[in-house]
Structure formats: C-alpha cells, structure tokens
C-alpha cells in the first residue's frame, strides 16, 4: 500500500514549513493504523521503513536540498538502509520518526534515523546513506554540499556509522560473489 495520505501532509510541510539547516533534525509525527499491522497486531517492520523515508523526504524538503538537486536533474538515491527494533507501537499509538544527518564521504550521505514514543521513549533507530545520480554518473558529495549548503562544515562521521558502513561494504561483497556463484552454476547438471 502505498503512503500517500502520509505523503501529501509531509509534502505540504516541506514545502511551506520554515526552512531548517542541513544538520538540524526534522521531527514527523504519525498514528500507527489499521493498514500497518502485521499478523502480531503491531507496526510492521516494513512499515518504520516506510515512516523513515517519509520523514527523510520532509529533511530533503525543509533543508532545500531535494530543490537543489532537482535543479540541477540530480536524483536522491538510497544506497542502503539497517534497522534495529527496541520496543512496538500497537493500533493508534502515535509516534516521532526523526531524520539526522550524520555526515558524509566522497559519495555517501549518511543519516541516522529514530522512532520514538510521544514521551521520548526509543522504539527503532535506523542508518542510512543516499547519494545523488545524475546523467553522466555519480554526483560528489562535495558538489551537492556545495549546492545546497556551501557554508556548513564536514561533519565528522560517529563511529557507529563508520562500523556500520564496513558492515555494508561487505554486503555488497556478498552480494557481488553470489551473482558470480551464481553465473558459475548456471548450465551445471547434476
């Protein structure tokens, strides 16, 4: 099911919502609905992921950055994302999806993401990284920064995303030896 009805308030906000600073969080509030539960009668797991990516969509919106690289004919694209679960929300709870740039590489933005209870309570947090594409390949980070917010500083990436970005570089390994795996044994009898 797709997520419009959370969509079109988000986009409503993050166009006419005063514009925040790149390393500002953006908060969204949301109520946990019927068509988010899972067989357990709880939010989905796939659903937070939903959430996050809505509430990251608003921080594209409200730091102007989606508006820079529109300009220019860049796309935002999800690199990767992980996920780790602490608590549930149950029918009508309502929830803070919380988006935070962590800082960045020569490709990689990478955010940190948390859901909490209205009281402050975490219930997931989440990484991400997300570069930009553009016609003739990959845009730098340094490009998009300059773009869209030329007076901020580098940010120092934390150690957990640093940990964790080793964590999914070997995914993508793994990734990379089962398609060959994968190649080898295409044709092989037994």
């Known amino acids: ?48 992921m939903q959430l996050i990516d809505v509430n990251r969509l608003e921080w594209a919106l409200r730091t102007r950055v989606l508006h820079a690289c529109f300009k220019q004919g860049w796309r935002p694209i999800l690199g990767s994302s992980a996920i780790h679960f602490r608590r549930e929300l149950r029918l009508f709870d309502r929830g803070v999806a919380e988006t935070r740039l962590a800082g960045w590489d020569d490709r990689w933005f ?26 003739d390949g990959w845009v730098p980070t340094s490009a998009m920064v300059a773009l869209a917010a030329p007076d901020m500083t580098a940010l120092n990436l934390p150690e957990h995303v640093v940990t964790w970005q080793t964590l999914d570089e070997q995914f993508g390994q793994m990734a990379r030896k089962w398609k060959s795996g994968a190649a080898a044994s295409v044709g092989h009898t037994a």
């Open 1 to 48: 099911m797709k997520l419009y009805f959370r969509m079109l308030p988000m986009a409503v906000r993050g166009l006419r919502g005063a514009p925040v600073e790149a390393t500002e969080p953006v908060r969204t509030q949301f109520r946990v609905l019927p068509a988010d539960l899972d067989v357990n009668m709880h939010l989905n797991n796939g659903r937070y």
């Open 110 to 135: 990478f955010f940190e993401h948390r859901v909490e209870t209205l009281d402050g309570r975490t219930v997931a947090t989440s990484l991400a990284k997300a570069a930009f594409r553009s016609a």
